[in-house]
């Protein structure tokens, strides 16, 4: 590089190294077929009808019919909900609206979703760590600590990686301790997969929550980048502010309040059904398999596991052209891998793949041990 855009680069910014997503290990634009199981995507796509009549125009900031349908889906008021583009874009303006860069930082509890400390960093915002206890709930002292130090607490329930959710006494207290003292974030990406343990009515009792959802879960729609945003009025007109002029585009629109119709919703209520069983099953059987533990829990669309062949493992996968998660680089997840639920095909195949590995593991270790034998003998 040269030594001009060198010195014009920012401290915070050299420091950066971009994020590893799914889609950058992997980019689905190769001539490879390939299964995908890395990313917690939906496996099979809905249709949609698309009018061009409006192309022309920019579109509203807030599209309304697509504020009052999500409104009506999560059972808030249209006035609680911000439209962005994915929830990542709802956890950017959460830190570029409440952290004043170089002199603030967030509250992070991992092993959890990547993107908050990226985000942070980004902003040349602090990142605190106050890492979950080893049953994957919060370290409640832990995140006491940090009351008065940091300007928004991030959790994450179902969270990712661990597919635990968190009980509402725990998210309760986390809001209690910081009333009055910082925003507290709850991601609820995967919440179609555990709907019992959605917190949005404690939004009325609590106006230092933030709730994040999104379209690229449950209902299927990750490519179209659209997420939500559930808060109190008060901090919708601070995240206003920072928001781009036009977030949701036309068509993103279009989509998004057709899969949010009556129609849609028991669409997708019966995908999660579906991927619900399938996940159960898989569990199950990767329980079978001696040598690997499953770890956490299976309230999202994935499973977390843990096999000390976890590196062989993933290249063997790779070299059929079947991509999982490798999670073992995350605090408490050493030798941890991730799967995606897919369709009925792709779980069968993966499931007959890591069955295989360690059959011929197995085979393989038997010639070792022999070979030891002979050298006693
Ligand atoms: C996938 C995911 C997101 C990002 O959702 P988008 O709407 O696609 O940006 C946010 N949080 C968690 C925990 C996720 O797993």
Redesign the pocket.
């Known amino acids: 590089m040269t030594k001009w855009l060198d010195q014009l680069i920012p401290k915070h910014v050299q420091a950066l190294t971009p994020y590893e997503s799914a889609r950058r290990l992997f980019s689905s634009s190769g001539s490879e077929k390939r299964i995908w199981m890395n990313a917690?995507e939906s496996p099979e796509a809905d249709t949609f009808s698309l009018s061009s009549d409006l192309l022309n125009r920019y579109p509203d900031c807030q599209p309304k019919g697509l504020i009052s349908a999500y409104a009506h889906y999560a059972g808030t008021d249209s006035q609680q909900v911000i439209a962005t583009?994915?929830?990542?874009?709802?956890?950017e303006l959460i830190i570029r609206a409440f952290c004043p860069p170089n002199e603030s930082s967030i509250l992070v509890c991992p092993p959890?979703?990547g993107?908050y400390a990226i985000s942070a960093q980004t902003f040349a915002v602090g990142v605190e760590v106050a890492p979950l206890l080893e049953d994957f709930s919060l370290n409640l002292s832990a995140i006491q600590d940090h009351v008065g130090k940091v300007n928004v607490v991030f959790l994450?329930s179902p969270?990712?990686p661990t597919g635990t959710a968190l009980s509402k006494t725990q998210i309760k207290a986390v809001l209690e301790m910081y009333a009055d003292k910082a925003i507290v974030v709850l991601?609820e990406?995967?919440i179609e997969f555990n709907q019992t343990t959605a917190q949005q009515n404690l939004l009325d009792k609590f106006d230092n929550l933030v709730i994040?959802r999104?379209?690229?879960?449950g209902f299927a729609l990750?490519g179209i980048?659209?997420?939500f945003i559930l808060s109190s009025q008060a901090i919708k007109q601070v995240l206003l502010k920072v928001i781009a002029p036009y977030p949701i585009s036309d068509p993103v629109a279009q989509i998004a309040c057709q899969a949010l119709s009556d129609h849609g919703i028991a669409k997708m209520r019966s995908r999660v059904d579906f991927l619900k069983q399938e996940l159960t099953k898989m569990s199950s059987e990767l329980e079978n398999i001696p040598t690997v533990t499953l770890m956490g829990s299976q309230c999202g669309n994935f499973v977390l596991f843990k096999s000390e062949h976890n590196k062989e493992l993933m290249q063997y996968l790779v070299s059929k052209n079947v991509l999982i998660r490798d999670q073992s680089k995350q605090l408490l997840l050493d030798r941890c891998l991730r799967i995606s639920i897919g369709n009925k095909d792709e779980n069968r195949q993966l499931l007959k793949l890591i069955q295989q590995f360690f059959n011929e593991l197995k085979n393989e270790s038997l010639p070792l041990n022999t070979s030891k034998n002979e050298t006693v003998k």
Do not use: F, Q, V, W
């Open positions: 917690n583009r994915g929830a990542d874009e709802g956890i959890t979703y993107m994450c969270n990712n991601d990406a995967y994040l999104t379209l690229s879960k990750a980048r659209c997420g």
